[in-house]
């Protein structure tokens, strides 16, 4: 699959997959999309000390790169779905850590190509999982349960496969009561479908360029 590496209009990268004619990110900006959905209306609404997260979609790493930048004090299980992991030569190439220290350089680079199935600990107090699986076929029962999921998937309209009822059952069976979801997509019947798995759906702002994004927290 072919994949294009592109700048955004925060001068960060992203990647653009012709065949689907899908960027992995907003065109307007990735990191500050992430920033915006995952790490402002994700991690930072989570109040325990230690969380487990399911992200979906491992692709550029960036969100795992922000959630260690942006911890602070919480220890995080980082458990990662990625069926197709990129290259050596595509994630050596990405921006994201650039205008960090060369520590976390190294951090960022080391959960590339760290094991794939089994946990590495980036450093003390974040600990990452990647697993090379397919979500619609994965079994999540033997995963911790969850605090907060970073819903990361391609647009519904270019892979809907991936937002289907039986994968958010999946998901919502796996997560603690209280626990959150987030995702960039702000479409009503995946705010329903959501809604019906156990999730209290909110739509807030989205980042710019996009009017609204999907927040829930699981029923107790
Ligand atoms: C929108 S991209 C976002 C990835 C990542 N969160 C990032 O910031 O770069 C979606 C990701 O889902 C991955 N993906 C596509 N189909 C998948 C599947 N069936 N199971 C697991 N991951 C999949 C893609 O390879 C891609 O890395």
Known sequence: ????????????????????????????GAVQESMHVFINNGL??????????LEVGFGT????????LHREEK???YYSLEKY??????YSQLNYAQNYSTDIQAHFLQMHHGAWGKPIEIVPGFEL???????????????????LVYFDAFAPGKQADMWTDAIFQKIS???KPGSIITTYCAKGDIRRSLQENGFAMQRLPGPPGKREMLYGEKDH
């Open 1 to 28: 699959m072919k994949r294009i590496l592109e700048l955004t209009e925060d001068g960060s990268h992203t990647l653009y997959l012709p065949e689907m004619d899908e960027h992995f990110h907003s065109i307007h």
């Open 44 to 53: 930072n609404q989570c109040t325990q000390d230690e969380i487990h997260l």
């Open 61 to 68: 790493g960036l969100n795992a790169l922000l959630t260690l």
């Open 75 to 77: 220890n995080i299980h």
């Open 85 to 90: 992991p990129l290259t050596g030569e595509e």
């Open 129 to 147: 999982t990647k697993l090379n699986c397919d979500l619609r076929t994965v079994d999540l029962s033997g995963l911790p349960a969850f605090d």
């Open 173 to 175: 069976q796996q997560c």
